[in-house]
RNA sequence: GCCGCGGUGGCGGAAUUGGUAUACGCGUUGGACUUAAAAUCCAAUGGGAGCAAUCCCGUGAGAGUUCGAGUCUCUCCCGCGGCACCA
């Protein structure tokens, strides 16, 4: 396309002066209220920046640059999180050590940020692979590990094959790795965690109160998953001689193991306990070793765990699955409600790690447990009906209508009383003595209490397994001594930096189990020799605090001064993807808890406000990837359109939160506006004469008010007019704009500044300068480039080297806009009859009801249509709309 | 399966509290300029009927509330996203 500014020459001289002019730097002893505006920081992957990121980062922009403008101290970081498994496997691939493409690829990404014109502080630059970061992120192991919650245990954890690392919870997706997509196996292994779940509650319930998108919320509430329910224990008697002898006294070894013989369950509905016709353990579950002595078929129920533990996290969740398992012959429960004596199963539909691993089964009112029972051929035991719903009203019906309205319901009762259907809702209890009659509802409390259970609420959260065998991380700050066993390294220590020397093929172990620098060490407590821990933490450790970091990136005493936290958190405004709804986010929300709690912070909640990105597809709306070659470099789009062009059009192509397919033609719209508003201006700076000439001349005439300082006009009063009119357009404009910014509205308020242009340009009116410079200021956040360019270019028409020309544009004060002038003196009246559209009217604002009604009735249209019948009704909206109703 | 979000022209999308549906952009068509093309500018552009004035139909489908529904209520269909044997 022909252009007629050049926006390579002219977005590179303002980058690089901005850059000088340091114009972005937050200030720590402003007085001005502070704003924090943060982005996500991004992976400095080797494939450079996205459109995605594109998106996002221009909304925070164009936020941070109109709230510099309204006179906040504006805190607006970037950086990077450096640690990760890509830089390593490309090592492991090519030899090229991680810190060398790391620092490559950062060097890239602000490369490429600074050509996009974005205005972040890197005077506060965060690299979570610097020691004098990672420094931190270990000192916060060591907080966590002093307060109990950071612990070391062995478990089933998730193990990825292909990674040769273990993976929290959070990076499991759908039994696949996230990263790679192979099959994640479980594995019994000694690992470090975060004590997430000790906040559970808290995380939970503040989530409600916060500015958050509805989606967000949903996915955090789900992972956290809060049900409220009891512990129930089931006795599991000797034999069956003690439970039919209610009087013998049990020999001491048979009441040692009585008493250690319960199987404890979690149930949220207590008030189905009756209809508990046997128990179902994990295969993991602890007691079944217990009973090994009792149960008859040993080889068999071995056999089972022995199946069940090789199985992958994939083959083990699949619900399409038919579900297994096998009795415990000889071992039976008593159901502590009705005494009778219930089996005990093994099925690996039963998870350990949630509750106690172990359920009690009630086939008639639950799906799987349903299902369980009718493949093994289980006893089935209803105990709750559906109450029927009475929406009608009974006086008004006789009784044999009565009958035949609930006898679908009486069918339904049928079935399920003989186990033919589930019926896992909740209704009025039966079969269950003494409560028979009560609702579910009141039922779970009394019936927990006739058993002595416990009331329990239970999370489907786990603890933040954060062990990663892997190098390219922060150690974790952890000497083992055979004396004095695990030993915190002293904070004097910080940071234990990553040695150089390793080899970077993974083997299962850590590459730094292998560095002879640094596993060999004295033990900080007796100075035996020792060796330190050779894993590395969860990049989403260091990602867990980065934001506090940037209040006071380069202290080096502590992890941050209180009182620039204190001065610049928390955060405002934090926009990024969906994916990190239940990963990133929740770490960081509990590491913010946790500082609260050790008393480094007064707050709890890090992100007051919170936006996700959609994302961008591409122009044949699939996802954009290598593999279908449809990818959008921005490098190549900020090369041919511009930076305001890609920035300007990506704001415009959609609500921010929605996704959006890419469209070349789209970018050239946003391009031709641009040009519009570059010619426009420059045209008035060539007949400046004119303007002014036909300026003074209107304001010697009639200029409606003068106190508008309205300059313009062509020829004639109706000219003056118009021009009154782009004044009315332009505080339109200013209103609409600042109203979008604020509600991250980009593209209606993109839209509006099309519509202003439109106005001046289409119908050749006549701008003022003053109209002209508030048109540009309210441009700038979108298009900084050709703004500021536009805005210097008057400086060369004024004498006055002291003008605010010479000055940055963003160094100037947003625009107010003036009530007075975004109310239009005429209004276009909509008139309806019986509410069809027939007509609309021009009318002075304000105009009263009876004034319009003899208007209306008298037009030519409206008497067609109310001649000679009788008007019902006449609503009168003011200012907006009448409807007649004849 | 459960939960959440959404469905508006040829396309991306606008539409305060229920008050002129389709703003703005793209595309398309016609015109101006040009030897010609591109670019630019102007005009038209939801569908249908009509010479026209004008009329009828239109926000996934159906019903309801209302003077009036894209917006509120109910039922259903479709798409996207999250969680998923969580007891």
Known sequence: ?????????????????????????????????????????????????????????????????YLRMKGYNVLYPQGFDAFGLPAENYAIKTGVHPAETTRQAIKNFKCQLNSLGMSYDWSREVVTSDPNYYQWTQWLFLQLYKKGLAYKKKAPVNWCESCQTVLANEQVVNGLCERCES???????????????????????????????????????????????????????NSKSQINSKFKIPTCRQARQNSKHFIEVFTTRPDTLFGATYLVAAPEHPLIEDLKLKTENWSEVKKYIQKSKTKSQLERTDLAKEKTGVELKGVKAINPANKKEIPVWIADYVMMGYGTGAIMAVPAHDERDWEFAKKYNLKIFCVIEPEISMDFDPSKITPKQF?????????????????????????????????????????????????????QTQYKIRDWLISRQRYWGAPIPIIYC????????????????????VDFKPTGESPLALSKTFHKVKCPKCGASARRESDTMD?????????????????????????????????????????????????????????????????????LKIRNQGIILAEDSRKMSKRWGNVINPDDVVEEYGADALRMYEMFMGPLEDAKPWSQ?????????????????????EQPTRFDREARRASNKQIPNPTLDLIGGQTNSKLQNSNFE?????????????????????????????????????????????????????LSPFAPHLSEELWSS????????????????????????DKKLVVDEEVTIAIQINGKLRETIKVARGIGEKDLKLKIENLDKIQKYIEGKEVKKFIYIKDKLVNIVV
Not at 54 to 64: H, K, M, N, R
């Open 183 to 237: 099959e994640v196996v479980q594995k019994d292994l000694e690992q470090w965690f975060f004590k997430v779940t000790a906040y559970a509650e808290e995380l939970l319930n503040k989530i409600e109160e916060m500015d958050w998108p509805e989606p967000l919320k949903h996915a955090q509430k789900n992972w956290i998953g809060r049900s409220e329910g009891a512990l129930i224990k089931f006795q599991i008697p």
């Open 665 to 685: 033609n789209g970018i050239i719209g946003i391009r031709r506006f641009l040009e519009k508003v570059y010619k426009y201006i420059t045209r008035y700076k």
């Open 539 to 607: 990049t989403f450790v260091c990602s867990s605090w980065y934001f506090l970091r940037y209040a006071d990136p380069k202290n080096q005493k502590e992890i941050f001064s209180k009182k620039l936290i204190k001065k610049w958190l928390p955060v405002d405004l934090y926009i990024g993807g969906m994916e990190h709804a239940v990963g990133h986010l929740i770490y960081a929300r509990f590491v913010t808890k946790v500082l609260r709690d050790l008393g480094y912070l007064d707050f709890g909640e890090p992100f």
């Open 403 to 455: 009958f035949k309205s609930i006898e679908p319901y009486q069918e339904e009762r049928e079935k399920i009383r003989r186990g033919e259907i589930v019926f896992s809702g909740e209704g009025i209890i039966i079969n269950s003595e003494k409560f028979n009659g009560l609702k579910s509802e009141q039922a779970r409390d009394k019936i927990t209490k006739f058993v002595k259970g416990q009331k």
């Open 1 to 65: 396309m022909t252009t007629f500014y050049d926006h390579q020459k002219l977005e590179q001289k303002w980058q690089k002066k901005w850059q000088k002019e340091k114009l972005n730097l937050a200030d720590d002893k402003s007085k001005k209220p502070k704003k924090y505006v943060l982005d996500m920081y991004p992976y400095p992957s080797g494939e450079g920046l996205h459109v995605g990121h594109v998106e996002s980062y221009t909304a925070t922009d164009i936020i941070s640059r």
């Open 726 to 778: 782009v004044e009315r357009q332009l505080h339109k404009t200013i209103k609409k704009v600042t109203k979008d910014i604020e509600s991250l509205h980009f593209n209606t308020a993109v839209s509006a500044m099309m519509i202003f242009i439109n106005e001046v340009t289409g119908n050749q009116k006549l701008a003022t300068k003053e109209i002209i410079e508030k048109f540009l200021i309210t």
């Open 794 to 817: 008057f400086a060369k028409a004024s004498e006055d080297k002291e003008s605010k020309y010479h000055s940055s544009i963003f160094n100037q004060q947003w625009p107010e806009y």
């Open 482 to 501: 055979d004396k004095c066993g695990i030993v915190p390294v002293p904070e004097k220590d910080l940071p234990v930096k990553l040695p150089q020397d």
